[in-house]
């Protein structure tokens, strides 16, 4: 089974909306003409509307990092998947390791903003990793195995055909140090069995599982070969629209 492979930058915190745009623009006309692989970025919710706007004719998607479960109502500050669409996104972020290590995100909430993703025809990237700790203590699969199937709780099969994972090894992220290609390549196969278990083997086959963690251009060629990962999710050299474009183009 074929995989369309996937780039994703999440901006996180960084950028006013004229640098967004500014960086969203120069990074489209890089991507002119790209088919493969499928490219998007993450603003702030605050620039994502312009950076939408912006680059609506290009082949350069837009997605969001976060969002509140509920469709509307008296939650000062935050912000639904309806409103997330409107503002012209495709994908959001959910359950990113910065989310749950300082937003206090249990898997509980990443359900409910899964669902309330899928209930508007958005499509989720579910994030999931195991801290420093948890990898030494040997708990990692047992962390990663409860942060999907929790995350996924109720969750129809038909409903998660644009479902996509991004395993992000939190000591990875953010630090310089990457997951060593052995150790990415049994966790990414673990989480295909592993969706396989939890829903189908067809499931499993479609979903896309990205890497995440300190990916620059200098390492995504190396971690995309690896068997069952299709893609990076990737942070700090996301923001800038030369560099990123060497990672996207990392086949050349
Ligand atoms: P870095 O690429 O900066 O390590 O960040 C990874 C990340 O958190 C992407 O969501």
């Given at each position: 089974m074929s995989r369309r492979p996937f780039i994703a930058g999440n901006?996180?915190?960084?950028?006013t909306g004229p640098q967004a745009v500014e960086t969203a623009t120069d990074l489209a006309k890089l991507c002119?003409?790209?088919?493969?692989?499928e490219i998007m970025i993450a603003p702030t919710n605050l620039s994502l509307p312009l950076v939408a706007q912006a680059i609506k004719s290009s082949v350069v998607k837009v997605g969001a990092q976060n969002l509140h479960?509920?469709?509307?109502?008296?939650?000062?500050?935050e912000v639904s998947a309806d409103m997330i669409k409107a503002a012209g996104a495709e994908y959001i972020l959910i359950g990113h390791s910065e989310r749950r290590q300082?937003?206090?995100?249990?898997d509980t909430c990443v359900c409910q903003k899964i669902k309330a993703t899928l209930g508007a025809g958005l499509k989720p990237v579910l994030c999931i990793g195991e801290t420093e700790a948890q990898r030494d203590e040997g708990k990692t699969y047992f962390i990663l195995d409860k942060q999907v199937s929790d995350g996924l709780k109720g969750c129809g099969l038909g409903e998660l055909s644009d479902l996509v994972l991004a395993y992000e090894p939190v000591w990875a992220i953010g630090t310089g140090k990457t997951a060593s290609i052995d150790q990415v390549g049994e966790v990414h196969q673990h989480l295909r069995s592993l969706l396989g278990r939890l829903f189908s083997k067809d499931l499993a086959d479609r979903t896309r599982i990205l890497y995440g963690g300190s990916v620059k251009p200098e390492n995504v060629k190396d971690i995309m070969d690896?068997?069952?990962?299709?893609g990076a999710l990737v942070g700090g050299a996301s923001l800038d629209a030369d560099k990123f474009i060497k990672i996207i183009k990392y086949n050349e």
């Open positions: 901006w996180k915190m960084y950028k002119s003409g790209i088919n493969d692989p479960f509920q469709r509307e109502g008296a939650f000062t500050g300082y937003f206090g995100e249990t690896i068997e069952d990962v299709d």
